[in-house]
């Protein structure tokens, strides 16, 4: 029997598809359909490298870079050319991956991506502006093409084996995880070992001098609410990030007011891994309603039967949230 739901989840910077471990495992379909999940790594993460590893500088990838508009392509051509859904799929994505999944619902055809899941999706990539006529853009010595010049590998070499090592991984998942006890060797060791491939302090210096995306995240979501047919969006977002705090998911949500905005506690920047049964179970209600119910006005899942995530509406909860949603509607 075929499938009637795709999803495709897209991981965060650094990780890959073994941070969606349990609903590769558990899958997301119910018990009366059919579900195929996917998850990709990103170009120059996880398991996804160049065939050879002197690739980088053997002049076979001269020109390419590990940019946000490398990522948008390649989430676009996977759906397009692998998944080739009938209907359209899924696409959820955890920080970067939430912005790339934005990025592609947002300049793609309608037709390709049939909801949007957002977990703690960063908000902003890169550094280097992408308007090739801003001065900034012509004084950028570098913009990330391969092979990595030795004058930017040499100076960053010795940071790059400092944040890649097992004290500065396992401190920044500290940080940002509020369920510690997922935060176990296992996971550190899956980060860690794709950067021992012979690529990655080249793809790394590439990510960082890359130019951000051709268009800004405001102006994805300016686009994505102008839809003629309005495409069904989920916020997952762990209320314990200190990275992308409640604030950014309010934004968010006030750029979309259609959205159903879920927030799970205690959890932290990486809900799936962080809780994966109870997002899995938000994640798969969510679908469920956006298949069967929505077009009929009924109202969305309210939260888990665990308690862990309830349905808000996003409202501001303190001084600063207040100031911010006071300064978004008096610049409307």
């Given at each position: 029997?075929?499938?009637?739901?795709?999803?495709?989840l897209?991981?965060?910077?650094g990780?890959?598809?073994?941070?969606y471990?349990?609903?590769?495992?558990d899958?997301?379909?119910?018990?009366?359909?059919?579900?195929?999940?996917?998850?990709?790594?990103?170009?120059?993460?996880?398991?996804?490298?160049?065939?050879?590893?002197?690739?980088?500088?053997?002049?076979?990838?001269?020109?390419?870079?590990?940019?946000?508009?490398?990522?948008?392509?390649?989430?676009?051509?996977?759906?397009?050319?692998?998944?080739?859904?009938?209907?359209?799929?899924?696409?959820?994505?955890?920080?970067?991956?939430?912005f790339?999944?934005?990025?592609?619902?947002?300049?793609?055809?309608?037709?390709?991506?049939?909801?949007?899941?957002?977990?703690?999706?960063?908000?902003f990539?890169?550094f280097?502006?992408?308007?090739?006529?801003?001065?900034?853009?012509?004084?950028?010595?570098?913009r990330?093409?391969?092979?990595?010049?030795?004058?930017?590998?040499?100076?960053?070499?010795?940071?790059?084996?400092?944040?890649?090592?097992?004290?500065?991984?396992r401190?920044l998942?500290?940080?940002v995880?509020?369920n510690?006890?997922?935060?176990?060797?296992?996971?550190?060791?899956?980060?860690?070992e794709?950067?021992?491939?012979?690529?990655a302090?080249?793809?790394?210096?590439?990510?960082?001098?890359?130019?951000?995306?051709?268009?800004s995240?405001?102006?994805?979501?300016?686009?994505?609410?102008?839809?003629?047919?309005?495409?069904?969006?989920?916020?997952?977002?762990?209320?314990?990030?200190?990275?992308?705090?409640?604030?950014?998911?309010?934004?968010?949500?006030?750029?979309?007011?259609?959205?159903?905005?879920?927030?799970?506690?205690?959890?932290?920047?990486?809900?799936?891994?962080?809780c994966?049964?109870?997002?899995?179970e938000i994640?798969?209600?969510?679908?469920?309603?956006?298949?069967?119910?929505?077009?009929?006005g009924?109202?969305?899942?309210?939260?888990?039967?665990d308690?862990?995530?309830?349905?808000?509406?996003g409202?501001?909860?303190?001084?600063?949230?207040?100031?911010?949603?006071?300064r978004?509607?008096?610049?409307?």
């Amino acid at each position: 029997m075929g499938a009637t739901r795709h999803v495709v989840l897209l991981p965060g910077f650094g990780v890959g598809s073994f941070h969606y471990d349990a609903q590769l495992r558990d899958g997301l379909g119910d018990d009366d359909d059919a579900c195929c999940v996917w998850a990709l790594d990103f170009c120059g993460q996880g398991a996804s490298w160049p065939a050879s590893d002197e690739a980088s500088r053997d002049g076979s990838l001269e020109g390419f870079a590990y940019s946000v508009d490398c990522w948008r392509d390649q989430v676009v051509d996977f759906v397009r050319d692998v998944v080739r859904a009938k209907d359209g799929v899924y696409l959820a994505g955890n920080s970067l991956g939430g912005f790339v999944a934005t990025y592609a619902a947002a300049t793609t055809e309608e037709s390709l991506v049939k909801g949007l899941i957002l977990m703690n999706a960063t908000p902003f990539w890169g550094f280097v502006p992408s308007d090739r006529e801003s001065l900034a853009y012509k004084l950028a010595p570098w913009r990330g093409e391969l092979p990595a010049p030795s004058w930017i590998r040499a100076p960053i070499k010795a940071y790059w084996e400092s944040f890649r090592s097992e004290q500065n991984v396992r401190g920044l998942l500290g940080l940002v995880y509020a369920n510690k006890e997922r935060l176990d060797d296992a996971l550190v060791r899956q980060i860690i070992e794709p950067t021992d491939n012979a690529n990655a302090l080249c793809t790394f210096c590439s990510v960082v001098w890359s130019p951000k995306a051709a268009m800004s995240f405001d102006d994805m979501l300016r686009r994505i609410g102008a839809r003629e047919k309005e495409l069904p969006v989920a916020l997952v977002y762990g209320k314990e990030d200190p990275w992308v705090v409640p604030l950014w998911g309010q934004r968010l949500k006030r750029a979309l007011p259609h959205a159903d905005y879920y927030e799970l506690s205690p959890a932290g920047h990486c809900p799936a891994h962080e809780c994966p049964s109870t997002t899995s179970e938000i994640m798969r209600s969510w679908m469920r309603y956006v298949e069967t119910a929505r077009a009929n006005g009924a109202s969305p899942p309210s939260g888990t039967t665990d308690g862990v995530a309830r349905r808000i509406d996003g409202s501001p909860r303190n001084i600063f949230e207040r100031i911010d949603a006071w300064r978004a509607a008096n610049a409307a």
